[in-house]
């Protein structure tokens, strides 16, 4: 099984920058594909970024396409999220997820969760 650890989460100002990071244990990242997703307060968790077990494909939402990008290092079990040009409308929760196979932007699909990260953007 394997567990997931967000971190990297914080307050910036609009236009501002952060890297988050996903650490897996319990078992290897490289045969899983990698997804963030977010949730803000009163509304539904959306999809944001996912990165196949390569590396080699990667989706992005159309909100963050542009400005979030994801990236993996399987040797050290870690995929980071780097957030720039930060809108107070990417206030969120913001959660990796881990599945066995082939990369995709629904949660449904997604099997192991971390517990989240906070990224607030103040105006």
């Known amino acids: 099984q394997v567990q997931l650890v967000e971190s990297g989460g914080g307050l910036v100002q609009s236009g501002g920058s952060l890297r988050l990071s996903c650490a897996a244990s319990?078992?290897?990242?490289?045969?899983?594909?990698i997804g963030w997703f977010r949730q803000a307060p009163g509304k539904a968790r959306e999809f944001v970024a996912t990165i196949s077990w390569s590396g080699g494909t990667t989706y992005y939402a159309d909100s963050v396409k542009g400005r979030f990008t994801i990236s993996r290092d399987n040797a050290k079990n870690m995929v980071d999220l780097q957030m720039n040009s930060l809108k107070p409308e990417d206030t969120a929760g913001y959660y990796c997820?881990?599945?066995?196979?082939?990369?995709?932007?629904?949660?449904?699909?997604?099997?192991?969760w971390g517990q989240g990260t906070q990224v607030t953007v103040s105006s």
């Open positions: 997820a881990a599945k066995l196979g082939t990369t995709t932007t629904r949660e449904t699909l997604y099997r192991y």
């Open positions: 319990g078992g290897t990242t490289a045969n899983y594909a």
